[in-house]
């Protein structure tokens, strides 16, 4: 299930077709974001708007983001130019707050699993 351009299938890592490598795909702007890691303690983490649609390439600008941390197992952990955001390993949570996105490249991982749990995307 590719939930993000860069998401992950499962115990996937990020997309390694050339496209997705050199091209990140055309500017998305939606009206928010959504964070998913561990739905039934599965190995998967990904970003998308409220559709489902992957994100890969979001217009610069500051977005509400709900994360869902649907397992004791693992974390969400975002990070990128003025964001460090994370849940906590041990607990199950939903959190919503506000980020702002400038230009570069954003990161998002499970830290106990970050070799298989991880993503990311550019903003323009």
Do not use: R, W
Request: with cysteine; net charge neutral; glycine share 12%.
């Amino acid at each position: 299930m590719a939930l993000i351009g860069v998401v992950i299938a499962g115990c996937g890592g990020s997309s390694s077709s050339p496209k997705a490598a050199s091209t990140p795909g055309p500017v998305q702007q939606p009206a928010s974001l959504v964070g998913v890691v561990g739905h039934n303690d599965a190995f998967s983490i990904s970003l998308t708007d409220p559709s489902g649609q992957a994100i890969s390439n979001l217009k610069a600008g500051t977005y509400s983001l709900t994360i869902k941390d649907e397992s004791t197992i693992h974390n969400f952990h975002l990070s990128g130019d003025g964001v460090d955001k994370l849940t906590s390993v041990g607990s199950t949570s939903t959190s919503t707050f506000s980020v702002t996105f400038k230009p570069g490249t954003y990161t998002f991982v499970c830290d106990p699993h970050a070799s298989s749990m991880h993503g990311k995307f550019t903003v323009t």
